[in-house]
């Protein structure tokens, strides 16, 4: 195995943002995701009244697991676009979750 051995500044110049309005992106897409994922907990809480847990193992799964890291292999790829929706809960778990229970 080769190893190629770079400068700090080499490393920091490939890693860093070239200019502000590329940090401005950056950032300000860095804090879309983080509402739509708070979205997304707050409708899978209580819009589809899914346990807690059971939501935040839905959306950890939908970035880690699935469509959120597709979409970012993709990008990688070259293949650019919008990335996917947040995660909702299969429509019967929604119905079953909304059943009144039966009165004794």
Do not use: C
């Not at 400068?7 to 070239?18: F, G, I, Y």
């Not at 200019?19 to 950056?26: D, G, P, S, V």
């Amino acid at each position: 195995m080769d190893f190629k051995l770079i400068r700090l500044s080499e490393l920091v110049a490939k890693h860093t943002p070239r200019t502000l309005a590329e940090e401005e992106e950056y950032r300000r897409g860095y804090v879309d995701g983080w509402v739509q994922a708070v979205d997304a907990m707050h409708d899978l809480m209580f819009k589809y009244r899914m346990p807690r847990q059971e939501a935040y193992d839905l959306a950890w799964d939908h970035g880690l697991y699935g469509p959120l890291h597709d979409w970012k292999l993709r990008a990688e790829d070259g293949q650019f676009g919008f990335p996917p929706a947040h995660p909702k809960p299969e429509q019967q778990d929604k119905e079953s979750r909304n059943r009144v229970p039966d009165q004794q």
